[in-house]
């Protein structure tokens, strides 16, 4: 037994998605009056996150998070309850005032994934949704208080999850972010 959660959709190892899956809903934590997210299609790019922005359930040291094609994305209930966490961020989380759980985050600035909005497939009782794909920002969990000497430990459970640990993101999202910021600075294709 480890003594640690990573997430508890995946503590128990991964749950495959469906990959006709055709949407479904996201709800916050208060028993009145929740916001509800609908999303229309599947998660991409889901990973567990070790960044301290991400929303992670309680005592768990990951986030999961995924992205959706913004016009795929509508909050169909108590949008009202909505504030975003830091103005200053690259991705505005969108959280509920009162149970503080993130129902999206978007990117309004020039950025790679402009036009995505991260979501957190927990948030849902519907059955499907994209299994993570890979763990990202995983030495950040130190910046948060985790000793460093457990970071083999935790980089091993993900492994034996299937989750390859990465410091940053993916090499697949890496390799989006550098075309971007190739394509800013007008550079020719080698
Ligand atoms: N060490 C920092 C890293 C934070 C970070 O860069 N997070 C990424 C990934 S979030 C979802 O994968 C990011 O894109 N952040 C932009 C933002 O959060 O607005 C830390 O732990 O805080
Ligand atoms: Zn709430
Ligand atoms: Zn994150």
Redesign the pocket.
Known sequence: MSSFSLHPLIDNGLTKGNPDFPGGKLHCKCSKNPVEVTIKGNVAHN?A??????YKPKGALF?I?GVVPVANQSVTANGDKLEIV?KD???LRHACKECGVHMY?RIEKDHAFKGLD?VHVELSDDKGWQEPQFA??VS?LI??GFPPSKMGEVRDRLRSIGLEPYD??SPTLMDLIATHAAEKAGKEKL
Do not use: D, P
């Open positions: 990973h996150c070790g960044c301290s922005q991400c986030s998070v830091n961020a690259t991705i985050g991260f990202a920002f950040s910046e948060q940053v993101l």
